[in-house]
């Protein structure tokens, strides 16, 4: 089976969070003997960090996106003799001359009601409308998460027996450190026990409920600990600083900025307590990395972090500040119930690996190739 992938998401330098998990499939599957062929088409921005005797790298000269999506790549999948394209966008080639299987991580512009704005409805319109023909072309879908499928079933309408569910998995290094954590820490001027915070600062990402729930705490809770939002600042940061200084815990808060992929996991390690309160995710990797490491989670309920998180840590209401900060609280002062939380976020982070998800992504592969 000749399998092709769209591969422009291995961007030179940086890693996203589809370059990773495509990243992990093909280091799985490639390391295998099999006769399968990968094809990973890809831009003159990306590069595959990944060599094998059954990998192909095809470079296609992208310059308008349009074209390459629906022309371009669609006469290099002929080209190249294709049996089944693997794609993580929306974007798809609607004449594609292989069979389609199309990754749909979430339906984010569509049911974030942050997004439902006049700034953003050409983006919307256009992703939805691309998004539907993409998925009545698609012979399969792999989404994530089952809130994932659920929205895709409700939104699209899409058929439930079209979409396979294969959740994700944390890195490697993502696990138990036993390090002194003080200089990489320092860099960032962390220099007391910490509350910690991973991701984007949008805002279905909830941080208004983080602070103020940290806010709440004692003033010798406050004191001994840090609340450190890790993460590019963005566009949302100078909104997020206004709230930190109306409750006057400027000196408080920290937000770390960038932190390097090397560094993050002795992030987690070292962080008393993982807050997570999104209000939507297609999946959720932040907690899952931080629960490998051993560290006790405190999650919002809502979309898809129950079925993350599960009885691998605390999940609370992402809209009530006082509840969260009334979980946090014994999390910081009971080192028996930290101890706990830890051996089940353990425990639960098992669950999950890319071995997995690459057995369960090729077998999709497998069958819309035989049916």
């Known amino acids: 089976m000749r399998i092709g992938v769209d591969g422009r998401e291995f961007k030179k330098g940086k890693m996203t969070g589809i370059s990773r998990y495509l990243y992990s499939f093909l280091r799985e599957v490639a390391s295998t003997r099999s006769e399968n062929k990968y094809i990973i088409f890809h831009n003159q921005h990306s590069e595959m960090p990944l060599e094998s005797n059954n990998l192909k790298k095809v470079k296609i000269p992208e310059y308008f996106t349009l074209f ?70 698609a012979d399969r879908i792999i989404t994530i998460s089952q809130n994932s499928k ?66 709440r705490l004692s003033a010798e809770i406050k004191k001994e600990y840090r609340l450190v939002i890790g993460g590019r600042k963005g ?7 206004e709230i930190i200084r109306a409750l006057k815990i400027e000196g408080q808060v920290i937000f770390t900025g960038f932190i390097p992929e090397e560094d993050l996991p002795h992030f987690y390690n070292a962080a008393s307590v993982f807050v997570f309160p999104s209000l939507y995710e297609g999946f959720g990797l932040p907690p899952l990395e931080a629960m490998a490491c051993g560290t006790p989670v405190i999650a919002s309920k809502a979309a898809s972090l129950p079925e993350v998180i599960a009885e691998g840590g605390i999940l609370i209401d992402p809209h009530n500040s006082k509840e969260l900060s009334e979980k946090i609280y014994p999390v910081l002062t009971n080192e028996e119930m930290r101890k706990n939380l830890s051996i089940k976020a353990l425990n639960r982070a098992k669950n999950f690996s890319w071995e997995k998800f690459s057995k369960e992504v090729l077998k999709v592969l497998e069958e819309t190739f035989e049916a």
């Open 68 to 137: 390459w999506d629906q022309f371009q790549l669609a006469n290099y999948l002929k080209r190249e003799k294709v049996d089944v394209f693997l794609t993580p966008y929306f974007k798809a080639p609607l004449l594609c001359p292989a069979k389609l299987v199309v990754i749909i991580n979430d339906l984010i512009p569509l049911v974030v009601p942050a997004y439902q704005n006049f700034r953003n409805l050409f983006k919307r319109i256009y992703f939805k409308e691309m998004l539907k023909k993409v998925a009545k072309k």
């Open 150 to 215: 659920k929205d895709i079933v409700e939104v699209l309408g899409v058929q439930e027996e079209k979409i396979e569910v294969v959740n994700l998995a944390a890195d490697e290094s993502f696990r138990p450190i036993k390090s002194d954590f003080k200089n990489i820490l320092s860099k960032y001027g962390i220099n007391k026990k910490f509350i910690f915070y991973f991701g984007n600062l949008s805002p279905h990402k909830n941080i208004t409920t983080l602070i103020n729930a940290y806010s």
């Open 235 to 241: 566009r949302y940061f100078q909104s997020l600083l």
